[in-house]
């Protein structure tokens, strides 16, 4: 571990040594190998040292497989627990536990004491939850929880930050029983049953995403007075089974559960199988005036006046739609344009201004919905785009995409945009053939913010990659790459002032992160990658955490990277 006290660079020794099931841990130690205990495993017997696992094994099957044992300042990093009863018991205060892998333990890591921090762990396989937070003043940042019963638990009391977490294959994503907890760039996907519930009102619930849950995305059973509500998105949730039965909305706020938040603005929800979406719609309705409700127009027509459409349109062997006014809006109502001859355009915003398309489908056609060169300031909003070659086709100055979802397509958001200010936040780009996010060379200027790639049944299937982005001073952050066949993010840095900072990188076949450079001024901050490189679960000592190559000049801090296929993990100049 590298603390930096007032400027101050301290580096502890490490010993490299043995350890022993049950025998107290006095000072900072890097394990030799890995540890097969038949009760408990490591225990702390110190404060502000370093429990460095070198990236072995401690496994057992009853008792805790690490456990703090009152102690503070204490850091646990590097390794893999596996069974247990408790994975890792974290209580005194300023605790750190990071860069682990937890699986198989009845429960994953169970924090309580004060001020402790759970960051860029993968929780796996236990009977009851990932990680159980009961302490007070404590953060939990950029964890993965997979196939566990709850992947987040915030226990009790007035407690902490949730921010940037991933919860996917659990029954539940999140639960919460606290007051005054945040919950922000969190994600609960493909979860068999609600992505989000809280039986305590939390103080915050700001820029999360539900996405392809069993039941609701959102689900409030508590009085929300004091909460604010913000910037969330809800897209495809209540299809349990796969079936379509008209029970689970995007957001649900209980009838019994009080008063509505204080704060309630930009929540957007779509295609969930309630068809009404939210409960009640006035958590996520869209701004501005209301539409005329139509009947959609023929296929190939010229749109050239707000309207929302009153029904579902199959436009096979023809276009979709093309955009012909400045400053209009064509709401899908939730409905769906499809084709099956994959060889037109769905919707074409052509040499027009300030257009916005929202919250429906668009299935199979070439290009689902394209923005071109000359139509600036595009808004597109809660759209499914499925099935085509390239999902969202974005070149527009300005274009702006919020809350939609590319599904099956060969690219699922390419962006082509030398003029610069696209903004792409809290999307999703799932199981694409190539690429999940393309940004071309000549594009400027782009933003990333809170959007997801990945997620697939089966590992190293979710995008054959997760983000290609070649750009000039483009910002990437809190954005999430899993389960992609190749690298999870590739990064090709033209210029200067590149920043990426707070994204996660797990369970990718190739690097997390692999980028390289020319140019020197690169900022990486606060990333977490594990457990990447094992494409086809081979274990050949290739796929690094950080793969920067000769790269120089970066400004690097915070970024966390641990059981990935090369044992060296990241690159130098990453500073992990």
């Not at 497989?65 to 009863?85: A, K, L, P, Y």
């Not at 993968?122 to 940042?141: P, R």
Request: with cysteine; aromatic share 6%.
């Amino acid at each position: 571990m590298v603390a930096t006290i007032v400027g101050v660079t301290l580096v502890p020794t490490l010993r490299a040594e043995a350890a022993t099931c049950g025998v107290p841990i006095t000072r900072s130690i890097t394990l030799t190998s890995d540890l097969v205990c038949s009760g408990s495993g490591l225990i702390v017997g110190a404060d502000s040292i370093v429990v460095d696992l070198g990236g072995h094994l401690v496994s057992g099957t009853t008792g805790d497989g690490i456990d703090t044992d009152r102690h503070s300042r204490v850091v646990i990093r590097n390794g893999t627990v596996s069974g247990f009863t408790w994975g890792v018991g974290v209580d005194g205060s300023h605790n750190t536990v990071r860069g682990l892998d937890v699986g198989g333990a009845a429960e994953g890591i169970v924090v309580s004491g004060s001020h402790q921090k759970v960051i860029g762990n993968v929780l796996e396989h236990s009977s009851d939850a990932g990680v159980t937070l009961g302490a007070t003043h404590s953060s939990v940042s950029r964890n993965l929880a997979r196939a566990n019963g709850v992947g987040f638990v915030a226990d009790s009391g007035s407690c902490c930050a949730f921010d940037g977490n991933v919860a996917i294959d659990n029954a539940i994503g999140f639960q919460n029983y606290t007051t005054h907890t945040s919950f922000t760039h969190d994600s609960a996907m493909r979860n068999s049953g609600v992505g989000f519930v809280f039986y305590s009102a939390p103080g915050r619930v700001s820029s999360d995403v539900a996405l392809d849950n069993g039941d609701t995305g959102f689900r409030f059973a508590a009085s929300k007075r004091a909460m604010a509500l913000t910037s969330n998105v809800a897209n495809r949730n209540g299809f349990a089974g796969g079936g379509a039965d008209g029970n689970g909305a995007g957001f649900e706020i209980l009838m019994n559960s009080g008063p509505l938040p204080r704060t309630v603005s930009g929540n957007i929800a779509s295609s969930n199988d309630d068809s009404s979406n939210c409960a009640p719609t006035s958590i996520c309705s869209y701004p501005g005036p209301v539409l005329p409700v139509e009947a959609p127009p023929a296929c190939g027509s010229t749109i050239t006046h707000s309207t929302e459409f009153a029904a579902s349109k199959d436009c096979t062997g023809s276009d979709g739609y093309v955009i012909g006014a400045d400053d209009i809006v064509v709401d899908l109502g939730g409905h769906e344009v499809g084709s099956n001859d994959s060889t037109h355009t769905g919707f074409n915003v052509n040499g027009h201004s300030s257009v916005t398309i929202r919250n429906g489908t668009i299935d199979n056609f070439a290009t689902d919905l394209f923005v071109d060169a000359q139509s600036p300031k595009a808004t597109i909003q809660g759209i499914i785009a499925t099935r085509g070659f390239a999902g969202f086709d974005l070149r527009g100055d300005g274009t702006r995409a919020f809350a939609n979802v590319a599904s099956t397509n060969e690219i699922g958001f390419a962006i082509e945009a030398p003029f610069g200010r696209t903004m792409l936040v809290r999307n999703a780009a799932l199981s694409t053939s190539s690429v999940g996010y393309y940004v071309s060379g000549d594009s400027c200027c782009v933003t990333f913010k809170g959007n997801l790639a990945g997620v697939a049944p089966t590992l190293y299937t979710g995008n054959h990659e997760g983000f290609d982005l070649e750009g000039k001073k483009m910002t990437i952050s809190n954005n999430i790459a899993l389960s992609s066949f190749a690298n999870g993010f590739a990064i090709d840095v033209p210029t200067k002032h590149e920043i990426v900072a707070a994204n996660t990188a797990f369970l990718n076949g190739g690097d997390g992160f692999n980028i390289s450079s020319s140019k020197r001024g690169l900022k990486l901050v606060r990333n977490v990658a594990d457990i990447n490189g094992f494409q086809g679960s081979n274990s050949d000592g290739l796929g690094r955490g950080f793969e920067l190559g000769s790269m120089t000049g970066v400004v690097a801090a915070g970024n966390i990277a641990a059981d990935n296929d090369d044992p060296s993990e990241c690159s130098p100049q990453a500073r992990c």
